[in-house]
């Protein structure tokens, strides 16, 4: 579970779209974090507790990073001397020193060996594993107060906007041990759509889908009717994925939200009971219908062994018409489809429910990494400061001149964004741009918009023109683009989030990741005809001889301790 990618689009390109920092509804279960009487902590070197103070005298603070082949630097800079060390040290006076800093396939190898020595930095970046294994061990700092007094009203407004998904998982007996890392594709936005190509919509005589029915036939006629034109049948109706529950672009997971039925989340069974989502009973049917769709010749035979990339090949080679995926898709289908073919013109959809009640999206935890503090560091307050500067910086400030050195270059490729110690975007950055400029579109007036919302008026103006290459821009934030489902659903508080926010329990580390894979098998062998539907229920009591009972009594403690 835990964050999941933004479908085939990597996140990087939609940082590339939205030219924003950094990386990628809701139910009434939603938990709130609670409160505490912690312990106060280390008297500040600042004069008070205000966000966004200058330190006077000035402190060090230690911390350890995770780096990678994308960290362009400009001459002279790298990543313990740049624009942020810069800012922090001579605005704040807040001296941010890497202890180590190591490839991003190391960090977590080298952060082992540190938490075993008890070597830890002042604050550092972590997984919810390796959060849990420091709060065992008594090795990280109560932030529940030290939160309550240095973090600004923007920053926690931002960290809010999940209806404190990421700060129950980091608030461990009332206690607050992390700070949430959220990004600004998060929450809502990682919802499945589908997406459909509409002039071959046109080219068939086919209606937009409104209904499953529609879906299907849709799907059917792309698979049989030659939409292309090529007088080959070698057109895709639904587009699949082998890693059909990672949410990558020809993933299920909308598939199967449209009947009511989630994978790889634990939800509330109708007793109140958490149970894992990709064993229950509503997934028959979806499943059943997928079977009936492989035998008809209308999904791909060789599906089982493709995976995301080798969709997004078809789709670049006009294979494909149907197919869910998520936000940042536009993005590829403009570069692998649309500039290859201008003809192509596509759309996307919110999920089609089967029935009378809404589609309900799942949706990616709002948070997977926490920003922790060592206990005893003498300026526990600090990694919060340093997120208000950040965010102060990025969005609160709209800080915006010509050329804005935040942001990619496009000539160098350097972003300074990935510089900073600590990053935390708003999770609903791009939706809210989205809603300022298409309200700048009808009024015809975008003069008085901030950034990032200028940069995306300014492309749809261009496209409008009659700028093709900004094509991907309509796609994504114009007045039907992908953003517009992602606001239809946030409009209607359309959203599942996974109900267990803690680490791997001892049997979900041992178990899962075997049993995830019998999943994928099972449901692989069922959609091509090669086990029964009935297979499932036979697989499902099976998952929980084979440890799903001993993880649903270990996540259902957990539950019970955090609701």
Same mark, same amino acid.
């Given at each position: 579970?835990?964050?999941?990618?933004?479908?085939?689009?990597?996140?990087?390109?939609?940082?590339?779209?939205?030219?924003?920092?950094?990386?990628?509804?809701?139910?009434?279960?939603?938990?709130?974090?609670?409160?505490?009487?912690?312990?106060?902590?280390?008297?500040?070197?600042?004069?008070?507790?205000?966000?966004?103070?200058?330190?006077?005298?000035?402190?060090?603070?230690?911390?350890?990073?995770?780096?990678?082949?994308?960290?362009?630097?400009?001459?002279?800079?790298?990543?313990?001397?740049?624009?942020?060390?810069?800012?922090?040290?001579?605005?704040?006076?807040?001296?941010?020193?890497? +202890?180590?800093?190591?490839?991003?396939?190391?960090?977590?190898?080298?952060?082992?060996?540190?938490?075993?020595?008890?070597?830890?930095?002042?604050?550092?970046?972590?997984?919810?594993?390796?959060?849990?294994?420091?709060?065992?061990?008594?090795?990280?700092?109560?932030?529940?107060?030290?939160?309550?007094?240095?973090?600004?009203?923007?920053?926690?407004?931002?960290?809010?906007?999940?209806?404190? +998904?990421?700060?129950?998982?980091?608030?461990?007996?009332?206690?607050?041990?992390?700070?949430?890392?959220?990004?600004?594709?998060?929450?809502?936005?990682?919802?499945?759509?589908?997406?459909?190509?509409?002039?071959?919509?046109?080219?068939?005589?086919?209606?937009?889908?409104?209904?499953?029915?529609?879906?299907?036939?849709?799907?059917? %006629?792309? %698979?049989?009717?030659?939409?292309?034109?090529?007088?080959?049948?070698?057109?895709?109706?639904?587009?699949?994925?082998?890693?059909?529950?990672?949410?990558?672009?020809?993933?299920?997971?909308?598939?199967?939200?449209?009947?009511?039925?989630?994978?790889?989340?634990?939800?509330?069974?109708?007793?109140?009971?958490?149970?894992?989502?990709? +064993?229950?009973?509503?997934?028959?049917?979806?499943?059943?219908?997928?079977?009936?769709?492989?035998?008809?010749?209308?999904?791909?035979?060789?599906?089982?062994?493709?995976?995301?990339?080798?969709?997004?090949?078809?789709?670049?080679?006009?294979?494909?018409?149907?197919?869910?995926?998520?936000?940042?898709?536009?993005?590829?289908?403009?570069?692998?489809?649309?500039?290859?073919?201008?003809?192509?013109?596509?759309?996307?959809?919110?999920?089609?429910?089967?029935?009378?009640?809404?589609?309900?999206?799942?949706?990616?935890?709002?948070?997977?990494? =926490?920003?922790?503090?060592?206990?005893?560091?003498?300026?526990?307050?600090? +990694?919060?400061?340093?997120?208000?500067?950040?965010?102060?910086?990025?969005?609160?400030?709209?800080?915006?001149?010509?050329?804005?050195?935040?942001?990619?270059?496009?000539?160098?490729?350097?972003?300074?964004?990935?510089?900073?110690?600590?990053?935390?975007?708003?999770?609903?950055?791009?939706?809210? %741009?989205?809603?300022?400029?298409?309200?700048?579109?009808?009024?015809?007036?975008?003069?008085?918009?901030? =950034?990032?919302?200028?940069?995306?008026?300014?492309?749809?103006?261009?496209?409008?023109?009659?700028?093709?290459?900004?094509? =991907?821009?309509?796609?994504?934030?114009?007045?039907?683009?992908?953003?517009?489902?992602?606001?239809?659903?946030?409009?209607?508080?359309?959203?599942?989030?996974?109900?267990?926010?803690?680490? %791997?329990?001892?049997?979900?580390?041992?178990?899962?990741?075997?049993?995830?894979?019998?999943?994928?098998?099972?449901?692989?062998?069922?959609?091509?005809?090669?086990?029964?539907?009935?297979?499932?229920?036979?697989?499902?009591?099976?998952?929980?001889?084979?440890?799903?009972?001993?993880?649903?009594?270990?996540?259902?403690?957990?539950?019970?301790?955090?609701?």
């Amino acid at each position: 579970m835990g964050n999941k990618k933004l479908g085939a689009a990597s996140l990087g390109a939609v940082l590339a779209l939205s030219v924003l920092a950094s990386a990628c509804g809701k139910t009434e279960d939603q938990p709130a974090a609670t409160s505490s009487t912690a312990v106060s902590p280390s008297p500040s070197a600042a004069t008070s507790a205000q966000p966004l103070a200058k330190y006077n005298p000035p402190i060090e603070v230690s911390t350890v990073r995770s780096v990678d082949a994308t960290m362009k630097y400009a001459e002279g800079d790298s990543i313990d001397s740049n624009i942020w060390t810069k800012i922090f040290e001579n605005d704040y006076g807040i001296k941010v020193k890497n +202890v180590w800093s190591v490839d991003a396939s190391q960090y977590h190898q080298k952060l082992n060996v540190s938490v075993a020595s008890g070597d830890l930095p002042d604050f550092l970046e972590v997984n919810k594993e390796e959060m849990k294994r420091l709060i065992d061990a008594d090795m990280l700092e109560d932030l529940t107060k030290v939160w309550a007094q240095y973090a600004s009203p923007y920053l926690k407004n931002v960290l809010n906007q999940d209806g404190s +998904v990421g700060f129950k998982a980091a608030t461990v007996g009332g206690k607050l041990l992390g700070i949430p890392r959220t990004y600004s594709n998060g929450g809502t936005s990682t919802a499945s759509m589908l997406y459909v190509r509409t002039d071959w919509l046109q080219k068939l005589n086919l209606p937009e889908p409104k209904t499953m029915d529609d879906v299907f036939k849709t799907a059917t %006629a792309f %698979a049989k009717q030659d939409p292309d034109g090529n007088g080959k049948a070698d057109t895709i109706g639904l587009a699949l994925n082998k890693d059909f529950m990672d949410g990558g672009h020809g993933s299920l997971n909308g598939f199967f939200n449209s009947y009511h039925a989630y994978v790889d989340l634990f939800i509330k069974d109708a007793g109140g009971k958490l149970v894992y989502s990709s +064993v229950q009973k509503e997934l028959k049917e979806p499943l059943k219908k997928l079977q009936q769709l492989y035998k008809d010749g209308v999904i791909d035979k060789e599906f089982g062994v493709k995976p995301a990339t080798k969709i997004q090949e078809d789709v670049a080679a006009g294979r494909v018409g149907l197919a869910y995926g998520t936000v940042a898709d536009g993005g590829f289908i403009q570069k692998e489809n649309h500039t290859k073919d201008p003809k192509a013109q596509w759309k996307a959809y919110p999920l089609i429910s089967t029935d009378a009640q809404p589609a309900i999206p799942q949706l990616n935890d709002t948070a997977s990494t =926490f920003y922790v503090v060592k206990k005893g560091s003498k300026h526990p307050e600090a +990694v919060i400061q340093l997120a208000n500067i950040y965010i102060n910086r990025y969005y609160e400030t709209s800080y915006a001149p010509n050329p804005n050195p935040f942001i990619t270059d496009s000539k160098t490729g350097i972003f300074p964004g990935k510089y900073a110690p600590v990053i935390i975007d708003p999770l609903n950055t791009n939706l809210e %741009a989205f809603r300022k400029v298409q309200e700048a579109l009808k009024k015809g007036d975008g003069s008085k918009l901030e =950034f990032p919302a200028t940069i995306h008026f300014d492309r749809l103006s261009k496209f409008k023109a009659g700028d093709d290459t900004m094509w =991907f821009s309509n796609m994504v934030f114009g007045a039907d683009g992908t953003f517009s489902v992602i606001d239809k659903y946030e409009q209607a508080k359309l959203g599942q989030y996974n109900l267990f926010l803690g680490p %791997a329990t001892p049997a979900m580390s041992e178990k899962l990741p075997t049993l995830k894979k019998k999943i994928y098998e099972t449901y692989t062998k069922i959609i091509m005809g090669d086990a029964s539907i009935d297979d499932f229920d036979k697989f499902a009591d099976e998952f929980k001889k084979l440890g799903g009972d001993s993880i649903e009594k270990e996540v259902n403690d957990w539950y019970s301790k955090n609701k």
